[in-house]
């Protein structure tokens, strides 16, 4: 005590302010815990979340199972004034320290911030995320967007679609991670991992076998077990187990009969009982149907409105008919998932968006995405000291770079860049071209060079042009969106003939594709370079440029087949809804869905052959095969050695044979026996490896059982199969030089 004396009345009193600061603080968290014994971080989140619902009374519990509406689809509640003007706002429970859940749309960065005066870094689409093949690439491009939900005031991320791309032509396939289920699986528990890192609800959809937009609120998918789990469902069963997202969006199809989103088999047989899924199972927008039916079957929570687990659940419990049991348990995973995502404890703070910094992992990632498709007499990439003259072909190719739209739509700084200044917000399936402009990004990189543009337009007058440059570059584009799919894999917009008539103009022709995933290239023997940006992100023109000057030498792979043409697809048409018709006798599909019946069928009878798999059991040439994909450098593969075990372990040597560093995907595939029945063979790992020039590596890539197994529907569960299996090593799913077979039992 003696030595307060030494201090100035000032400081005392500050310092005794201090002291009653921290005393009531101490104070009032011991109370809080005291009273609110779930606030204690320290306890696991399932008893956090036991001890909030034995408080809860039975309108707080229903509170919890629905959304208060979306503009446009159903009733807005007056509650929605607190809503932070994402796809859904659920009210919390004040009383109980429960927050409300703020969800945003963010497939590929945050939807809509355009209406609420922000701004998004945007990513390079989800599939050319996937291009990269790279775990942690998507845990990063997961965790901006895990940033950019949180400073924007969301808690809750509602991208992460990993429907399989069983069609080429689904006009959602950019919002996807491709084909493969085993790739697609382990990109997205990437991605939910880096969200989740940041404290926010992840969540993955659209489940399940959602693979076409062409009427799917009204289609029924029919899809044998086996396959179903084999191919779309696994690709969720590798998510949720690696990835332990908060929630599962079920989709609006019906699977084999019944809607997803009152699927038995789907939400609760698969997802919460074999995967043991802790999380919430939410309704895709008005994809809800049912009550009784739907929560029994698994459904805990709709969106975006209470037609169906508002006050008509709060009845069904009260005259029990839905047990208080279900409704408890459907509380339960919500509010366990604030919890376990570190929610509650770490709530979101309005802040600044680091748009610089999104930048800069947006560029980088569209760098790890960008897949070389051609390089006829290493034509890439340009040595700016040496090109004299270049010509930049292509729609808007002097301002921006298209993206992908609906509800994955992101306005990024900028806005639109080929609107006019101040005319930032989107409205539904505007065509959104970021501004970053390609003739820019590559006049940067070639000071010295003249640089000259054509909008394409003109055929004519572009290859005129392209007639006078040392190189000819052709930006083309397709554009994709929620709520419809593609009638062709052709380009639009006669783009065919325009690349046709600049490449007959100029031998030196490169095509940058910015496509949502493969299209027809009837042109493509005729240029020399093709690139394939995907929808590149805010920072793909610069990402490109890049590659194409040499600065980054391209190591992504496709992860999805590029057909020949649509007559090579499994079905040559998507099946569309039958239109309404008014006449007598004929099956009116409107009333078919109003009296809850199916309107229309799909049927997926080609089953486990989704993607290369179709191709390779079909033997079908195609234009540019599944893991494709050149680089600067060349590799060589060499020493295979297979060993069983618990996981068998695979070991093998890659050689850069090169002149540059690179980064090679060496890709393992397996045949399984011959009773297995399967196609010829499947991704079962890979890894990525980094190479000076002359520098070799030994790669040891380990797989996962369930990878080499098959599906038992008899006994419900992943069997491997006795017999022989031969592991395929190499650089693409066409180019596989290393092979050795080994017997499992
Ligand atoms: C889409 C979902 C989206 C939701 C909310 C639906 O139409 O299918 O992916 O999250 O709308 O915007």
Redo the contacts with the bound molecule.
Sequence with gaps: MDSLRFLRPTTLLTLTFFIVCVLNSVFAQSTAAGARPWMNASLPPDERAALVVKEMTLDEKISLLHGTG?DGLSPISPLAIHSNGG??YVVGVPRLGIPAIQ?A?S?YGV?ASGENGRYSTALPSDLGAAASWDVDAAYEYGSLIGREVKAQGYNMS??G?VNLARDPRNGRNF?YMGEDPVLAGNMIAGLIRGVQAQHIMGDI??YAVNDQESG?NAVNVNIDKRTMRESDLLAFEIGVREGKPAGV?C??NRVNGDYACENRYLLTDALKKDWQFKGFVLS??Q?AHSTIKASAAGLDHE??GEIFFGDTMRQAVQSGRVPIAEVDDHVHRIVRSLFACGVIDDPPQKSVVDVVGGFDVSRKIAEQSTVLLRNENSQLPLDASSVHSIAVIGPHADVGMISGG???QVDPPGGNAIMPPGKGQTKWQDHVWFPTSPLKAIRAKAPGAKVQFASGADPAAAAALAKTADVAIIFAYQWES??MDLESLSLPEHQDDLIAAVAAANPHTIVVLETGGPVTMPWAGQVSGILEAWYAGSQGAEAVANVMFGAVNPSAKLPITFPRSEADLPHLHIIEPPRKSTTNGEPDAWKRIAAGLPAFQTTYDEGLKVGYKWYDAENKPVLFPFGYGLSYTTYGYSNLTATPGGKVRLTFTVANTGKRAGVETAEVYASLPASAAEPPKRLVGWSKVQLNPAESKEVVVEIDPMYLSIFNVDQNAWQLVPGDYTFLVGGASSNLPLKQTISLK
């Design positions: 979306m796809a859904g969800m749309d497939a939807r509602i991208g679609g919002e959809k659209h799917r969006m989709s609006y895709d927008w994809g969106e975006p609906g509800s994955a929620e709520g």
